[in-house]
């Protein structure tokens, strides 16, 4: 018989040193939680199951991105010596009566696996396995089902000085107890072998990389990239096209002025240089959203790029969230700044209700599903709850840090002179011509959005399997690549949709600017739901309410970061072409 190994990883990781050993000396072991395979986010208390529990449980403290990971380490019984071998040692002796039996039944059925941390490198096991039999009994055939509990697990640690570098655990297929009968007797127990190995410290991440994406995945994710380069450089050709071309002889046609003929004048992206800047509806929103908008592009890039440079890496548990709910609190002075000028630039006055509205409506909305989906996940037990103490952080976070510096960035964002627009605003609204259908927001927008989206969604293919198919992504440098990309691809279609619409002689350009790449994260939103429907196996209600929850919180993150490239993309090219021609 053997152990069904985890195929994302082979029981086999590395992670950052924890420290030095000497011979001998004491390497503590933790298990850290248990939970379906199927769904990495389902997480309960190793010892939820009745393993043997140590007389004091000891839980290692943990950074902020790690506990709202669910990760929980508690010191366990193991007894390690760093060089030590152990043939064998039991572990401990316990009695298992029905319920308790059953715990472990379930867990087998439910395909649970185990986590343990040695050194901060995880380990990954199976609870047990399910056999199924059909027994033939002249010529009847009975299928008999028996549950088998792995009680001895095989640790192989490999070790390079005094560094350990890579650890494997096995399972010992006749160390095995059937869970057939009612009460029984369990003995717990594992051996030790120490391996020395020339692998370097700084080289064990090597490893780590290559069980999470195979060579294969490095050559779909440069022909991904390719792609993505050949679309953005179509979209440059045609922008340069209206650019160099188009609009090259629209400011030749305008500057003619009266030499042209009255029908020739009455046409073109000019008639509306009396309302192109006029304030669109509903100015605060937009502002926020804008204000919003930067804030998390601005996280986005700094911790891509913090990650590319080797500061921040998923071995280190925790520490990649960590770091992003930082910047992004951080990054309240950039987010109050642009809500507050571009509220600004829109005659708003109400500065207090803006400030507000940035510092807690899209914040707001997100810690709102993310309670609610803590809510679920407190009434299934599971350790992946956040504690209270761990949403009095992220509350004080909040109020206490992001809040006052969004107030910091709008002071100086008021305090800025107020742009004049480069054209008079008409105090009567022109009248909008008949749209033909697909000039129309609703087309405009649907469409705007398929091209950011094709430039990553092979991409978000990877970064999904590695939150619900047990990979680490490692890849940040083609991440960046497909970002800039992302950048690019959103300001240029929205640039050459809004070319277009205002042509068609309708200059509501300010949403339609922001909607037009910030429709990319519906398609996202979609893909997740394909997603989920072909690649998992998730059917618990619970499971299947956190993906879509916290899915639901990355496509609103991707909506207002794409929004507002092609917002910004767009009031620089209305300003520069409008500016550029002379209006009487």
Not at 65 to 82: N, V
Not at 89 to 102: I, N, R, Y
Not at 242 to 258: C, H, P, Q
């Amino acid at each position: 018989m053997v152990l069904r190994w985890l195929p994302a990883l082979a029981l086999c990781a590395v992670a950052h040193a924890n420290g030095e050993y000497e011979e001998g000396g004491e390497v503590v072991l933790y298990a850290n939680k248990v939970g379906p395979f199927a769904n990495p986010n389902e997480v309960y208390a190793f010892y939820s199951l009745p393993y043997c529990a140590p007389t004091e449980i000891e839980t290692k403290r943990e950074n902020l991105g790690a506990l709202l990971k669910g990760d929980r380490p508690t010191k366990t019984r193991y007894d390690l010596k760093f060089r030590e071998d152990v043939p064998w040692k039991s572990l401990c002796k316990v009695t298992l009566g029905e319920p308790q039996a059953d715990k472990f039944k379930q867990a087998i059925v439910d395909d649970y696996y185990f986590e343990m941390l040695l050194d901060e490198l995880p380990i990954w096991g199976y609870v047990g396995e399910l056999e199924t039999k059909s027994v033939n009994f002249e010529r009847e055939f009975d299928n008999t089902t028996r549950y088998y509990l792995f009680t001895h697990l095989d640790f192989s640690i490999a070790f390079n000085h005094k560094h350990i570098i890579e650890v494997n655990v096995s399972a010992d297929p006749l160390q095995r107890v059937d869970l057939g009968t009612n009460v029984r007797k369990v003995e717990f127990s594992y051996s030790v072998k120490w391996i020395e190995t020339g692998t370097k410290l700084a080289d064990r991440m090597a490893r780590y990389a290559q069980y999470s994406f195979l060579p294969q995945s490095f050559e779909i994710h440069w022909l991904s990239i390719i792609n993505s380069f050949v679309l953005v450089l179509l979209l440059t050709g045609f922008l340069s096209i209206i650019l160099m071309r188009v609009l090259k002889n629209d400011f030749t046609r305008y500057a003619r002025g009266d030499e042209e003929d009255d029908d020739e004048e009455e046409t073109g992206w000019k008639l509306v240089h009396g309302d192109v800047f006029r304030p669109p509806p509903m100015p605060m929103l937009l502002s926020v959203s804008v204000g919003t908008g930067v804030q998390t592009l601005t996280m986005t890039i700094i911790t891509m790029v913090f990650a590319v440079l080797g500061f921040l890496s998923p071995a280190n548990r925790g520490g990649l969230m960590t770091a992003m709910l930082l910047l992004f609190v951080f990054m309240g002075v950039p987010a109050g700044y642009a809500s507050a000028f571009l509220h600004k630039t829109l005659k708003g006055v109400q500065w207090k209700k803006n400030i507000l509205l940035t510092s807690c409506l899209f914040t707001g909305i997100i810690f709102c599903i993310f309670f609610v989906l803590n809510f679920f996940v407190w009434g299934e037990r599971s350790s992946g709850a956040v504690p209270f103490g761990t949403m009095f952080a992220l509350l004080t976070l909040w109020f206490g840090i992001s809040v006052p510096l969004v107030f910091l960035g709008a002071y100086f964002g008021y305090r800025r002179k107020a742009v004049e627009f480069p054209v008079r605003v008409n105090q009567i609204p022109r009248q909008i011509p008949e749209q033909v259908w697909y000039m129309k927001p609703a087309f405009s927008v649907i469409v705007g959005g398929v091209l950011p989206f094709g430039a990553v969604f092979i991409e978000l293919f990877f970064i999904l399997s590695s939150i619900w198919l047990h990979q680490f992504y490692y890849v940040f440098g083609f991440l960046l690549l497909v970002f800039i990309i992302l950048i690019i691809t959103c300001a240029e279609i929205t640039v050459v949709m809004c070319y277009f619409q205002l042509c068609a002689e309708d200059y509501n350009w300010w949403w339609r600017s922001f909607l037009t790449s910030g429709s990319s994260a519906g398609y996202m939103f979609a893909y997740s739901v394909f997603y989920f429907f072909t690649k998992l196996e998730i059917t618990k209600f619970v499971s299947g309410l956190l993906y879509f929850g916290y899915m639901s919180i990355a496509a609103l993150v991707f909506f207002v970061s794409t929004g507002t490239i092609g917002f910004y993309a767009c009031y620089w090219f209305v300003w520069k072409i409008f500016s550029a021609i002379k209006v009487d």
